[in-house]
């Protein structure tokens, strides 16, 4: 039961170097990338802390993280493609 706490936590040290790596992405569509990476991650780590706890209302936050990440995703990769 402690691996999926420690599996959160290595989640959430995993969402810091994202978050370095948008900071200082060389493009647009590096900072996306890891943008997309960062929902999943932390969807991710929100299911690991819902199994570890016990409480199913981090499992639907994390489907709405992964909703809008989608969705995030594709506005902007439209953006940068020049569509919009």
């Known amino acids: 039961m402690i ?3 420690i599996g959160a936590i290595f ?6 170097l994202l978050l370095v790596r948008i900071c200082k992405g060389p493009t647009a569509a590096d900072r996306m990338c890891a943008a997309d990476c960062l929902d999943l991650v932390t969807a991710t780590g929100l299911v690991l ?3 570890y706890s016990g409480r199913g209302i981090y499992i639907d ?3 709405v993280v992964a909703i809008l990440g989608f969705v995030g995703t ?11």
Do not use: H, N, P
């Open 49 to 51: 802390y819902a199994l």
């Open 3 to 5: 691996e999926l706490l």
């Open 11 to 16: 989640c959430v040290a995993l969402d810091f």
């Open 61 to 63: 936050i994390a489907m």
């Open 74 to 84: 594709v506005f902007v990769a439209r953006y940068l493609e020049g569509r919009m």
